[in-house]
């Protein structure tokens, strides 16, 4: 039964009987061997998707928003405040409401898919849209909340990054051991710092041997990691990972030399083609931001950097494919329309 992460990790986590739990039963997600993509590979490699889309807002944000929400009403906060391309503010909109305090989100105006909108405004947030981007946006949370009695909620609040690796405690949990590779896209680095931190606590308590080589991906048109520098405008269509300037960008570059792993960049297009392979050849549904974990993976194989040895990768589907509805549609082909007659249809479907 899925309790929520606080309940299941509590002996990894920062919590006392003083903390109040806001708990939506985040966590316990699947993780389902994608065998129709590893068959496609060139070499054996067996991809697993841990699929972070069935949390309760849609996103791996709820793992660590169940704790930072929790941690701030323990404080006597009176509201938390982030800065979001959408998973963030949707989630902290969630755990915010479910605790009876107030949640303010700052977005870039234009740029956050229309699900995760849908979500903030729903559940009761504040939401305010800047002329900017990501980056100015988080840069205007860390300024307002720094002066007023506001939690900031973004993964620059530690609390996001201990309960965020409880997904690394899960999956080792779920495989029985480590994966060899542990691959995810990287926005504001903030998830990336949090697995391996999990995989290292797991191994420090014995639970696990050996650490995973940690694989990350920035879209190309927002790749500063990749490129050692703050990219100014980023642009892609994984809107999730739209950042130029990451909070975690050291820590991110530390988890990636620690574990011998890379931070590599996909291409939008790669993105797309990883997207429609997960949605049409595994039955799994997931954002655009998501698929890029996905097109690396691919990527890496096309180069041989897998190698011809058995090996395994988790693959991290961040957030659910219905939280950006526009660009599912965008990529397929629209219903026809049709009159409401047997022979008609039954001529349309070829028989
Ligand atoms: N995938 C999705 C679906 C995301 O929403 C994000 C980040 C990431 C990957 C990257 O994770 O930032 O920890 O490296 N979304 C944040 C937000 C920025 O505001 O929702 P990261």
């Not at 303010?104 to 559940?123: R, Y």
């Not at 990691?225 to 100014?232: A, T």
């Not at 049709?338 to 001529?347: D, F, H, S």
Request: net charge positive; charged share 20%.
């Amino acid at each position: 039964m899925k309790k929520g992460i606080i309940h299941t990790y509590r002996e990894y986590l920062p919590v006392t009987d003083q903390t109040p739990v806001i708990s939506l039963q985040e966590g316990g997600t699947p993780l389902i061997h994608a065998k129709n993509l590893s068959a496609q590979l060139k070499s054996p490699l067996s991809v697993y998707l841990k699929c972070e889309g069935m949390n309760p807002s849609g996103s791996f944000k709820d793992r660590g928003m169940t704790l930072a929400v929790s941690k701030a009403l323990e404080k006597g906060a009176k509201a938390v405040m982030c800065a979001s391309t959408g998973n963030t503010s949707a989630s902290a909109a969630a755990y915010a409401a479910k605790s009876g305090i107030k949640c303010v989100v700052i977005i870039p105006e234009g740029n956050i898919a229309l699900g995760k909108l849908s979500q903030a405004l729903v559940h009761g947030a504040q939401v305010i849209s800047i002329k900017g981007n990501f980056d100015d946006a988080l840069r205007i949370a860390r300024e307002v909340t720094g002066g007023f009695p506001i939690e900031l909620v973004n993964s620059i609040n530690p609390y996001r990054i201990e309960g965020q690796k409880t997904g690394a405690f899960e999956i080792c949990d779920q495989l029985g051991k480590a994966p060899d590779y542990h691959v995810l896209p990287v926005g504001n680095a903030g998830n990336i710092t949090a697995y391996w931190k999990g995989y290292k606590e797991y191994r420090d308590k014995g639970r696990i041997k050996e650490l995973p080589v940690m694989l990350g991906f920035q879209s190309a048109g927002a790749a500063p990691i990749v490129l050692g520098k703050v990219v100014k405008n980023p642009r892609t269509i994984a809107t999730a990972i739209r950042i130029g300037n990451p909070a975690g960008w050291k820590q991110a570059e530390e988890a990636r030399d620690e574990s011998k792993g890379l931070i590599d960049s996909v291409t939008d297009d790669e993105i797309i083609e990883a997207y429609k392979l997960l949605a049409k050849s595994e039955g799994v549904f997931c954002e655009p931001a998501s698929a890029a974990a996905v097109a690396g993976i691919i990527k890496k194989d096309r180069e041989g950097y897998f190698g011809s040895e058995r090996k395994t990768a988790v693959a991290v589907l961040t957030g659910h494919g219905l939280k950006d509805p526009d660009r599912a549609i965008g990529v397929s082909e629209l219903p026809v329309s049709l009159a409401a007659n047997v022979e008609t249809i039954a001529q349309a479907i070829g028989f």
